[in-house]
């Protein structure tokens, strides 16, 4: 089974999950990334041409692919809106395992608003931007990543060294991922 990432933007996923693929022998696939690369843009700017509803259908488009594909078990690393979907919940659910990487507020917006990756490439997500927005999507999605995630890491005060040594040990320990 796959073994899913899921988080808020700035949680560190797509650096985890290389590093938790690497320790875990399996490939890695970051959604954003393929979907940049597959649609030659980046996500805001088919935020902009498409809305975020054409995002979300590629997104899925995604998920789907690779929830088909059992075989070889990869870690994936989704992006943070790909659980808003009920029908990306429920391919996650019947495919793989989830990992809640859980940021503080706090933690998830200096990290945004540090990397000049993230805002040239990835859109506002509510009119306000910033702090506020941060806090609007985690109410938004927290409950959703309660409810998907077998395993919840607090990504505050730890490297992402530690936090892939935290799921490698659990997914090693607990999980039957093949």
């Not at 200096?110 to 490439?121: E, F, K, L, P, V």
Request: net charge negative; charged share 20%.
């Amino acid at each position: 089974m796959h073994l899913y990432l899921i988080g808020y933007r700035g949680s560190g996923k797509s650096t985890v999950g290389r590093l938790l693929a690497a320790r875990l022998g399996r490939g890695v696939v970051d959604t954003d990334e393929l979907i940049e690369r597959e649609s030659g843009m980046t996500i805001k700017e088919i935020f902009a041409s498409e809305g975020e509803a054409g995002f979300r259908d590629r997104e899925t488009f995604f998920i789907r692919s690779i929830a088909q594909r059992p075989s070889p078990a990869q870690v994936v690393s989704l992006g943070g809106g790909a659980i808003l979907r009920e029908v990306n919940q429920q391919l996650l659910a019947a495919s793989g395992h989830c990992v809640w990487l859980q940021g503080s507020p706090e933690l998830l917006h200096a990290r945004i608003h540090s990397d000049q990756s993230t805002q040239s490439r990835r859109p506002n997500l509510s009119r306000h931007g910033g702090f506020e927005e941060v806090n609007a999507m985690l109410r938004v999605r927290t409950p959703i990543y309660q409810m998907l995630a077998q395993k919840t890491v607090v990504v505050d005060g730890a490297t992402p060294d530690e936090i892939a040594s935290e799921i490698a040990d659990w997914v090693n320990s607990a999980v039957p991922c093949d």
